[in-house]
């Protein structure tokens, strides 16, 4: 079965530190990804989400990540912080071939970032 | 803009109740699904529908059982609701059976079995 990792399950930054969130997943065919954010008090939002072409995908709110399939790794970055960014960022799979049914997802754990004005 | 609704946000219920969670959206999507987030370990598919009257478990469905008799609406259900099913429960939809759809989610409901 394919799993989602994200390492870092608390990041707490000043503003306008620069973010890295990582994202490793483990299946060896085609996947689609997809980071998605859980604002305090609100539904899940899609951030962004790769399904082919350009590895670096930008997404809302100034939101980047890179898809480096040598790595299995799906990274998600912003150059600079703001205090609303404060959210709980998911990564997560969608594997070609693993069902036939349906858009399941598979998500990592979760980071709680935090940001300090 | 797509709206999924889940018609509790916090409840309380007494080990051993029966429990119904509801869940509507309005777009006309094929795909519900329903999820359980817990801190540190994300979210988890419990059970997902890809038609009316048609579901298939997810990774974790014991304890729980889903009901999909018309196209917009998809209910979980604890049958016996024990204390380790307190979680924060979430309901998606998206359109179609194609790879890479955009799910949407709704707002959670929030179960606390005491």
């Known amino acids: 079965a394919q799993s989602v990792s994200q390492h870092n399950h608390h990041v707490i930054l000043s503003e306008a530190a620069s973010l890295e969130l990582g994202c490793n997943y483990s299946?060896?065919?085609?996947?689609?990804l997809f980071w998605y954010v859980q604002y305090p008090g609100q539904h899940l939002q899609l951030l962004l989400k790769?399904?082919?072409?350009?590895?670096l995908v930008k997404g809302i709110k100034g939101f980047e990540a890179e898809f480096i399939k040598s790595k299995f790794s799906f990274n998600l970055r912003k150059p600079s912080v703001q205090w609303s960014d404060t959210a709980e960022y998911f990564c997560?799979?969608?594997?070609?071939?693993?069902?036939?049914?349906?858009?399941?997802?598979?998500f990592g754990g979760g980071t709680r970032l935090m940001v300090k004005p | 803009d797509v709206k999924v609704t889940q018609s509790s946000r916090y409840l309380v219920k007494r080990t051993g109740e029966k429990v119904f969670l509801e869940c509507v959206q309005d777009?006309?999507?094929?795909?519900m699904f329903w999820y359980r987030q817990d801190p540190g370990l994300g979210l988890r598919l419990i059970y997902f529908?890809?038609?009316?009257?048609?579901?298939e478990k997810g990774d974790i469905p014991e304890g729980y059982s889903v009901s999909r008799e018309k196209k917009e609406r998809f209910s979980l259900i604890l049958e016996s609701a024990s204390t380790n099913q307190t979680s924060m429960y979430l309901c998606?939809?998206?359109?179609?059976?194609?790879?890479?759809?955009?799910?949407?989610f709704g707002e959670g409901s929030w179960l606390t079995v005491v």
């Open positions: 998606a939809s998206s359109l179609g059976t194609a790879l890479g759809n955009t799910i949407y």
């Open positions: 529908s890809y038609d009316v009257k048609m579901k």
């Open positions: 777009m006309d999507h094929e795909n």
């Open positions: 299946y060896g065919g085609t996947v689609n």
């Open positions: 997560a799979v969608n594997a070609r071939g693993w069902n036939n049914a349906g858009n399941m997802l598979t």
């Open positions: 790769y399904f082919s072409g350009d590895p």
